[in-house]
C-alpha cells in the first residue's frame, strides 16, 4: 500500500512536467455489484479485497484488435511474437490482420526467426570485416568478403549483380572469400 502516496508525491512535485501537469488520483472502494469503467491508457492501480473478475486494457476483441495489436507490438515485443504464434494456430484471420498491419507499416518483429538469422548475419560479416580491416593495417593480406545481395523475386545475387542460379533461399548462399593482390 506504499506505491499511491509515492506517486501522489511524485506528481506533486513534477507539476511543472508536462507530463503530469493535469495528473488527478480518484482513490474508491468498489462495492459488490458495482462496475468500474477504466478509460484505455489509464494507469490505475487495484486493492482487491474479496475475490472478483475484471475486464482490464488487456483485453482484445476482434473489434479493438488493431489498436491491441499496433500497441504490444511495439511495447511487449517478445509477448507479441508469441502471441502472433498462437493467433496463427487458433484465430488465423486475425493473425492475417496483424501480419498485414507489420507489412503495411513495414515492421519487423524483433523475435521472428528470420529477423533473428538476419541479425545475426549481419554481426558476422561486421565481425568478418573487423577481422580484415584488422589484418590490413597490420600489414598482411587479407581476405575480400564478396558480399551476397538480394532481388526482388528472392534470388540471390552477389555484388557486381549476377544471379546465383542455384539458390532461392537467403540462408543457403556462403561467402567465399578471395584474396587482395
Known sequence: MTILPRIKRKAESLKSDPRYR?????????KPGETVFIPNGWWHAVLNLHHSVAITQNFCSPRNFDAVWMKTRTGRKRMAWKWLCQLEEKY???????????????????????????????????????KRRKMLRQGGKAPVWKRAVFDSTSKMTDSDGDVDSNSNSKRSRVQRPTVSP
Open 92 to 130: 488465423p484471420e486475425l493473425a492475417a490482420r496483424a501480419k498485414g498491419m507489420n507489412k503495411r507499416d513495414d515492421f519487423v518483429m524483433k523475435y521472428d526467426p528470420v529477423e533473428i538469422e538476419r541479425r545475426e548475419r549481419a554481426e558476422r560479416l561486421r565481425k568478418k570485416e573487423r
Open 22 to 30: 493535469d495528473f488527478r488520483c480518484y482513490e474508491f472502494t468498489q
